[in-house]
């Protein structure tokens, strides 16, 4: 499958890369991703490993409101349980993705090109868009805003949906 991302010929690479800027999702929060938090409607759902130990912290992403999202998801073969395995099969770990990331990298002479780049490309694809401080929250997993107002503001479905739809 062909993506926005199609500069890597390594298309297990490419898929999570794609995967990373669709989502937002922090490294070992991508990795871990598994089938079955994708339900019925399309709805991936997941719990950010940073914010774990805060109670009701979760991301729920509409697949199906993000058209490239769904299409990847739609062409990716199911070798597994993870959303991201390795062409062998086995699952991508952090020390393995860093290596083959820097790899290509230096192979496309982008230096200092990082992986994390890529959560930092979705948040300013968000704020582009147009959406709200409380849609990126929603989107990235992360608290709206210190002190009073904003920072009571639940990450909802709607949220996220509205800034995938933007």
Same mark, same amino acid.
Do not use: E, H, N
């Given at each position: 499958?062909?993506?926005?991302?199609?500069?890597?010929?390594?298309?297990?690479?490419? +898929?999570?890369?794609?995967?990373?800027?669709? *989502?937002?999702?922090? +490294?070992?929060?991508?990795?871990?991703?598994?089938?079955?938090?994708?339900?019925?409607?399309?709805?991936?759902?997941? *719990? =950010?490993?940073?914010?774990? +130990?805060? =109670?009701?912290? *979760?991301?729920?992403? =509409?697949?199906?409101?993000l058209p490239p999202l769904a299409a990847l998801l739609a062409a990716m073969p199911r070798r597994g349980a993870t959303i991201l395995p390795r062409a062998s099969g086995a699952p991508w770990n952090d020390d393995v993705l860093t290596r083959e990331w820097g790899r290509r990298v230096r192979a496309a002479e982008m230096t200092g090109m990082r992986f994390h780049d890529w959560r930092h490309t979705t948040a300013t694809r968000l704020v582009e868009a147009g959406c709200t401080e409380a849609e990126r929250g929603a989107v990235l997993g992360h608290a709206v805003a210190h002190g009073a107002g904003p920072a009571y503001v639940a990450r909802t479905r709607a949220l996220s949906e509205n800034a995938y739809r933007k």
């Open positions: 499958m062909q993506t926005a991302l199609g500069c890597f010929a390594d298309t297990d690479l490419d +898929r999570v890369a794609a995967l990373a800027l669709y *989502t937002g999702a922090r +490294r070992a929060d991508l990795l871990g991703l598994r089938w079955d938090q994708i339900d019925r409607d399309g709805w991936l759902t997941f *719990t =950010p490993s940073k914010t774990a +130990r805060k =109670p009701g912290v *979760t991301v729920a992403l =509409p697949t199906r409101a």
